[in-house]
């Protein structure tokens, strides 16, 4: 895949990891947005806005399926039949193609090409204009925490619910990971100065944060610049990771054996990791605003 510089939408991790992984390992490049450097985007559904910004751009658009065929017969395979829309060459000019044919094929035609939808869009893209709350009272990290649970139970129904869902044992760790490199995501865009809201049309389950870092990230009216939302976004990131390896950790306690009066040693070791990050979720709920904007401000001090 020498000269094939591909962008992915609309795919959730694992899945969407093992397609960047399958194509890089046969030489292809990777790029997290749609630019003039990219050849190709691998898509899971048609008319989606980013469908439409690759067609408006005349890029070439292909179905996953390309990709897993590829690197299943370890060799560049025919892109014809996997084609969701035919623009620009799908390689950088300095690659031969196969034959003049087909160069001039890709080029010239404009049409869709059916491709069967493996999954069902479930996410909505946040209002332009529209913010939950102020400000000022924008992700405090009490807040926070009750998104990371509703978060995880959030991503392992949505997971449950897939044809091709993860194994029992591993799907608790496959939603921790996907809720991070979501964010991540949303991380990467605020620090290359782009809008959050295409990481809410690229993932199939977006967690809460992100959804909140869009909607403020797309206000008109809003007082938080992308810096400000960026900071944010990274002590966000060290509160989920936190608070989803407490998750985990408690999990496994109580598969492992049954809870004793006094606490057993795992409880004591996951409060002790989470007041070594500076906060415990029990008792964050219990104090003052102004204990919690504290704790906040040193946590974000700390982190930058």
Known sequence: MEGVVFVLSGFVNPERSTLRSQALAMGAEYEPDWNSNCTLLVCAFQNTPKFRQVEADCGTIVSKEWILECYAQKKLVDIDPYLMHAGKPWRRS??????????????????????????????????????????????????????????????????????????????????????????????????????????????????????????????????????????????????????LSWLDSECSSKNKKPKTDGGGEGNKEGTKARDTAGYDSDETIEMTEEEIDLAYKNFASETL
């Open 94 to 243: 300095s690659i031969p193609y196969e034959t003049s044919e087909e160069q001039q094929r890709l080029s010239s035609t404009k049409s869709y090409k059916q491709v069967k939808e493996t999954q069902s869009k479930t996410t909505s893209v946040p209002s332009k204009n529209k913010a939950s709350h102020s400000d000022k009272e924008s992700f405090s990290p009490s807040e926070v925490k009750k998104w990371v649970i509703d978060d995880f139970h959030g991503t392992i129904s949505w997971l449950e619910s897939q044809e091709e869902k993860p194994e029992p044992h591993e799907i608790k760790q496959i939603a921790g990971e996907g809720i991070l490199t979501c964010l991540q995501d949303a991380i990467d865009c605020l620090a290359q100065k782009q809008d959050v809201r295409q990481i809410t049309e690229e993932w199939s389950f977006v967690p809460r944060v992100v959804k909140e870092l869009a909607i403020f990230d797309g206000s008109e009216h809003g007082s938080l610049t992308k810096e400000d939302l960026l900071r944010k976004a990274k002590v966000c990131k060290q509160i989920y990771k936190d608070e």
